[in-house]
């Protein structure tokens, strides 16, 4: 099956770049490309791809505002945001995973990796650089009203899934987690996809933002 690219950048010498990257990969296409947030949007709507990459700056509607009218929309359930700019920023990483992005990387990924990344996010995992992710907790680590959000109802969860949830918030893969709690990888999964079913979460970036709202892990403790 082929996965179906948007590509939402103001510089066409770099939308260039990411097609002729994308479209050598046999399972990837681009399928519309944009140079602002809103025909970001209105592309994702027109077209319905799989995954839209999108950059930050970009005039009028900006990058992190189009993520959250694409992610926000029934229609466009669907469709997975991989957000990509110069500016590993920890306010942008924050805003980006709150708006429903499931992946961020700074444009200094060489092509293998926007491929791989493209595909991750395609599958429901969520992908975040090591800066990415170190600048998220950091973030966290600051916000002068950070406390648990009682709106979360972690009721919902097994005392298991908790312990998922929880190591999954601490950045550890499907394999780690098996290896922590001595289960199978699969059993891993299908403990991530029950909690994502439970809290109605599109993937792991917002399992992670569920996991320090709610109070269940503390940056203190990474």
């Known amino acids: 099956m082929t996965i179906r690219v948007l590509l939402a950048d103001d510089q066409p010498l770099l939308r260039v770049a990411y097609k002729t990257i994308i479209d050598s990969a046999p399972d990837l296409h681009v399928v519309a490309e944009a140079a602002t947030g809103q025909q970001a949007v209105d592309l994702a709507r027109q077209t319905a791809p799989d995954v839209a990459i999108m950059d930050v700056r970009m005039p009028g509607l900006d990058g992190l505002a189009a993520t959250e009218l694409i992610t926000a929309d029934p229609v466009l359930a669907g469709v997975r945001v991989l957000v990509i700019t ?13 708006a429903g992005a499931s992946g961020f990387l700074g444009k200094g990924v060489d092509p293998q990796e926007l491929l791989d990344a493209i595909r991750v ?13 170190q600048a998220l907790l950091d973030r966290y680590h600051r916000r002068p009203d950070r406390g648990p959000d009682t709106s979360v109802q972690l009721t919902v ?13 601490r950045g550890m893969t499907n394999t780690d987690i098996a290896g922590s709690l001595v289960i199978s990888e699969q059993t891993a999964k299908t403990h991530i996809k029950r909690i994502m079913a439970k809290l109605n979460a599109r993937d792991r970036a917002q399992l992670v933002v569920i996991a320090y709202e709610s109070g269940l892990v503390q940056p203190q403790s990474q």
Do not use: C, K, M, N
């Open 86 to 98: 110069t500016f590993e920023l920890d306010e942008y990483v924050y805003r980006a995973v709150r």
């Open 121 to 133: 996010v395609h599958h429901g995992d969520a992908l975040l650089s090591p800066s990415a992710t």
């Open 157 to 169: 969860l097994t005392q298991r899934e908790r312990e998922v949830l929880t190591l999954v918030a």
